[in-house]
């Protein structure tokens, strides 16, 4: 592609400030259509965001000529119905997270693009990030050792419950605030220390609110032999956001939603950096998608790394959600 000209099915939050604007700003790329079930909000956005057409239909953006990419960014119940109507016409999808409901629906995403041999990207931003990649090139430098295990803990209190419904919808989200938050932490963890191997854990619903999984934990084993534990409690009695990565000459402390990152070494020893994300969070992997549809670059987040986090996912929840059948 000499330009990457984007249409937006879904053109909810997530694409007012981290997305939308980025797929303006990036080199090599345009945004020229949205569409939302909704007329008049697709048509609110498309004038305030300065996007020359606006549709309420997926199927009339999709067949339109000056679109050559599609960005997925509706609910994750809605992933694969529009990704498959994106390959089916020929173009490249750059779908929201989590990928999809389900590892299976994931699978079936992937099948219909290499059937259609159009490329499918996931918008797991934290692959593009500097904070990230500085983490990722620390531990290349070998600074804190060889890699022996990673403890992730993220904690909500109970009234942070009160998010957009869809979140806690298993119809439309795939389960509860696990899925949407923790499917951040699982895909940074695959980016820095490679594929989850074996999984196991429990989910349960302790506060007794709604009928999905308020607390997760688990322990797993990257494909490496790096070990791993995590908790995600979401009625607890405070903010807590924290992953570990532990060596054998130091260990690495960072946020996932944040810019704090510490490195410590075997004396005890911390040295902290704080290194803010960009105005539009999303426009460095969008940059990179970008330069891969160009044939200039590539892109560290695919439809085959996304699946993985949807995989380890499933194998969380999988009892739950059979007990609550």
Same mark, same amino acid.
């Given at each position: 592609m000499d330009k990457v000209r984007w249409g937006i099915i879904g053109c909810g939050d997530?694409?007012?400030?981290?997305?939308?604007?980025?797929?303006?700003?990036?080199e090599g790329s345009e945004l020229v259509a949205v569409m939302r079930r909704n007329g008049a909000l697709a048509e609110d956005y498309a004038r305030r965001h300065g996007v020359p057409k606006w549709y309420d239909d997926a199927e009339a953006l999709v067949s339109d000529p000056d679109v050559n990419a599609v960005y997925v960014a509706t609910p994750p119940g809605f992933h694969h119905e529009y990704t498959l109507l994106a390959a089916k016409a020929g173009k490249p999808v750059y779908v929201e997270k989590p990928m999809a409901r389900n590892h299976r629906e994931c699978l079936e995403m992937i099948a219909a693009c290499e059937a259609a041999g159009v490329p499918l990207f996931v918008a797991y931003y934290r692959r593009g990030l500097e904070k990230f990649n500085e983490i990722k090139r620390l531990l290349d430098s070998g600074v804190i050792g060889d890699v022996r295990f990673v403890h992730s803990s993220y904690l909500q209190q109970q009234r942070s419950y009160e998010v957009e419904p869809w979140r806690v919808q298993p119809e439309?989200?795939?389960?509860?605030?696990?899925?949407? +938050?923790?499917?951040?932490?699982? $895909?940074? @963890?695959?980016?820095?220390?490679?594929?989850?191997?074996?999984?196991?854990?429990?989910?349960?619903?302790q506060a007794g609110r709604g009928q999905?999984?308020?607390?997760?934990?688990?322990?797993?084993?990257?494909?490496?032999?790096?070990?791993?534990?995590g908790v995600w409690s979401f009625s607890a009695h405070k903010h807590e956001d924290r992953n570990t990565i532990v060596g054998d000459r130091g260990a690495i402390t960072f946020s996932t939603f944040s810019g704090d990152l510490q490195v410590e070494d075997a004396e005890g020893n911390?040295?902290?950096?704080?290194?803010?994300?960009?105005?539009?969070?999303?426009?460095? +992997?969008?940059?990179?998608?970008? $330069?891969? @549809?160009?044939?200039?670059g590539l892109c560290p987040s695919t439809g085959v790394s996304g699946a993985r986090t949807n995989r380890v996912m499933d194998e969380l929840l999988r009892d739950f959600y059979r007990m609550q059948a």
């Open positions: 997530v694409t007012e400030v981290k997305s939308g604007p980025a797929l303006q700003k990036a439309l989200s795939g389960g509860g605030l696990f899925v949407d +938050l923790a499917s951040h932490t699982l $895909d940074v @963890l695959d980016y820095l220390l490679g594929p989850i191997g074996e999984v196991k854990g429990f989910a349960r619903n999905v999984e308020d607390i997760v934990t688990t322990s797993y084993a990257f494909e490496s032999g790096v070990m791993g534990t911390v040295h902290s950096l704080n290194i803010p994300n960009p105005p539009h969070v999303q426009q460095p +992997l969008i940059q990179t998608v970008v $330069d891969e @549809l160009r044939g200039v």
